[in-house]
């Protein structure tokens, strides 16, 4: 059912939706930032999550087609967060519209797919690892990098997880291709910058690795940095700075960097798997 109530220039939407597959359901609310038709999402700066996550600004997806039609910047948005397997989201949505101007980036600056084109040389950023130990890319220079951004508190399943949980996977497919894994490195780039010690990075990447063999960070590393160095690289890599929260926009972002120092490739979403990295990196050794 879609109900439309027009009222002192508010526009309210709502809609429901039932399923009988498993699922966990969280009450959500945000502000609209940018809107995604190609991608079917928005970015919303959303509040706490009570019981799941903090706020945060990223993209989400509709249960229900109508929503996008509906939507525009500034709104504010109240629905159920669903969370189902490793799918995630927005259900029972209940939109009103802002009466006054509201703030946001330029729809250019929030073009979810815009990243580094190949070829392009890679500055030196400098960040922090796990260990508290200060790194610079250009010191990965003769090996391919592989390098995604997460937050270690992100529990959306198509988000980080996934995505560590896939470096994993590549991780002991290269252990298992020893000369590979010794032309390689993977490096995970936190943007929670005031959360994501080193020790609170060392005890993610070892439990994401199932493994505390010290030797892990050899090969794989999970790092931050102060607050312009994580903007910095993330800008590089096509992530967003909302000024208005002070966030980087939690959307995707995986670099593959050749032995130069040169984009090789960046998928901007979390289609990507094992087998296509691993083709990359035999690529670009190969050349």
Known sequence: ??????????????????????????PFKGTVVALHPKQQQATISHDAIPGYMGAMTMPFSFKRPWVYEALAVGDTVQ????IAGDRDWLDDVTITRSTG???????????????PQPGGEVPNFSLVNQDGKAIQLHQYHGKV???????TRCPLPDFCPKMVGQFADAYRAL??????????????????????????????????????DPTLFTHWEFSSGTATEVQQISQF?????????????????????????TVIKVYTDNSWTVADILHEVESALAG
């Not at 027009?6 to 429901?16: E, N, T, Y």
């Not at 629905?79 to 669903?82: E, Y």
């Not at 990098?145 to 937050?151: A, C, G, H, N, W």
């Open 1 to 26: 059912m879609l109900l439309l109530v027009a009222s002192l220039g508010l526009g309210i939407l709502a809609c429901r939706s039932d399923s009988s597959e498993p699922q966990q359901h969280y």
């Open 175 to 212: 252990r298992q291709i020893p000369s590979l894994l010794a032309k390689t490195h993977l490096l995970c780039v936190s943007f929670d910058h005031t959360f994501d010690t080193p020790g609170i990075l060392h005890s993610y990447g070892a439990a994401f690795a199932g493994s505390d």
């Open 237 to 261: 890599f096509g992530l967003v700075y909302v000024p208005e929260t002070g966030e980087i926009a939690h959307s995707l972002r995986t670099a593959v960097i050749s032995p130069k120092g």
């Open 145 to 151: 990098l592989l390098l995604t951004f997460i937050y």
């Open 101 to 115: 101007d509201s703030t946001s980036l330029p729809p250019t600056a929030m073009d979810l797919t815009r990243s």
């Open 79 to 82: 629905a159920t967060l669903v």
